[in-house]
């Protein structure tokens, strides 16, 4: 099935509330836009989700893929095998380069073309790793010249995509309107960070045009953000630009700067690639010896999680990473899913998620029964997202199976 169709599925396109007036073209502009590379980076911290999952060395994960750094960072604990499911074949594209990479690349190289990712020497590496890809990634990565995709390795790779240009064109109208967001990268403690946010940011967030771009729900597609996940994100603020302001607010001035790369790349929109601790976990060189080895353990699907899992064996999971997949579903998705999770899971699994709203959608949404053996814990969600340094989400949450 095409990605385009499985995002159709995804939104709801064929419900009945999809088909109200008002819904069903926004739906259908966000699956059109959608179909395409949107995140160049993942914008969840792996490093906060090891540490709210604990121990998954020797363990099976079914994990969301998106821009795939997530899951070659969880190849760092020695996991046993990572089955990678994404609606979007543009990130398994990416993924399968990554995984194709970690393979075949020296640390040099591999560090050169995600970490850096605007040489112009990253074209010869490209064209020698796309034969061994999977055919698909093949076909999407296409041939290495200057209309190819793989030129975005030489021109700067994390501008690309939904993501990317989102950002560009932030900073870019931040300018039009006389402020440089770039600029709390100069802080050194978070008071300054501080008094640089509200002089070159919050202004931005303030200002008439903004608010007015913000209240349009189509404007954050480039964020990769549905109709359906809006409504979650806004909340009960009274409008979408003082959510945007705080949660930029909180990746700006609630971590150090010097080592958060989420942080260097929305304000900076580059990696600090001179610095390892300021790398994420898979283009650190201390980890690139077991990404290596390990890359043969992800196997990548293209399909949605609930397919995925409806032909897995029962209690054959041990951890499933679902971001923030859940806010996109309906009741009836929802329960899908969590029917395969309730089967496939093992006694002791995980499941890790986030949310864009700071409730978890899982209590008023699905039905008691298929939470009944299923246990969260507030203080260590709380821990678990002030712990994950992307700052974008209101909740973050963990589920363990008890029974």
């Not at 893929?65 to 543009?90: F, K, M, R, W």
């Not at 899992?309 to 899908?336: G, I």
């Amino acid at each position: 099935m095409s990605s385009k169709a499985l995002l159709s599925d995804a939104v709801g396109l064929s419900s009945q509330i999809s088909q109200q007036e008002g819904r069903s073209w926004m739906d259908r502009l966000f699956v059109r836009w959608f179909d395409r590379l949107v995140y160049p980076l993942i914008w969840e911290d792996p490093v906060a989700d090891l540490k709210a999952m604990g121990d998954i060395s020797g363990q099976n994960m079914v994990c969301l893929t998106s821009g795939g750094c997530n899951i070659l960072s969880y190849l760092s604990a020695q996991p046993a095998h990572i089955a990678a499911v994404d609606l979007n074949e543009a990130h398994l594209a990416l993924l399968a380069l990554k995984r194709t990479a970690a393979e075949h690349l020296s640390y040099d190289e591999f560090h050169q073309l995600f970490a850096l990712a605007n040489v112009p020497q990253n074209a010869a590496l490209m064209s020698g790793l796309i034969p061994h890809m999977p055919e698909f990634a093949q076909t999407y990565w296409g041939q290495v010249d200057l209309t190819g995709r793989s030129k975005w390795f030489s021109q700067d790779f994390y501008h690309q995509g939904l993501l990317g240009n989102f950002i560009g064109f932030g900073h870019w109208l931040a300018k039009r309107l006389g402020y440089d967001l770039s600029a709390v990268m100069q802080a050194k403690t978070s008071d300054e960070a501080q008094a640089i946010f509200d002089a070159q940011i919050a202004p931005v967030f303030d200002s008439r045009l903004v608010r007015w771009l913000s209240s349009q729900v189509w404007v954050l597609y480039g964020l990769g953000i549905p109709p359906r996940q809006y409504e979650v994100l806004k909340g009960d603020e009274a409008h979408m630009a003082d959510v945007l302001k705080e949660r930029l607010r909180h990746l700006a001035c609630d971590y150090p700067l010097s080592d958060n790369y989420f942080a260097w790349q929305a304000f900076a929109r580059r990696f600090n690639a001179s610095e390892q601790s300021a790398l994420p976990l898979y283009l650190q060189q201390a980890h690139y010896d077991s990404t290596k080895e390990a890359a043969e353990k992800v196997t990548i699907h293209h399909q949605s999680v609930t397919d995925y899992l409806a032909v897995r064996p029962a209690m054959s999971v041990d951890v499933y990473v679902l971001l923030d997949a859940q806010d996109w579903m309906s009741e009836s998705q929802l329960t899908e899913l969590w029917i395969e999770i309730n089967r496939t899971a093992r006694m002791g699994a995980r499941v890790v998620f986030r949310a864009a709203g700071k409730e978890s959608p899982l209590e008023g949404m699905l039905p008691v029964a298929l939470l009944s053996c299923w246990s969260t814990d507030e203080e260590a969600n709380d821990a678990f997202w002030k712990a994950d340094r992307s700052a974008i989400y209101g909740g973050c949450f963990v589920y363990t199976r008890i029974c």
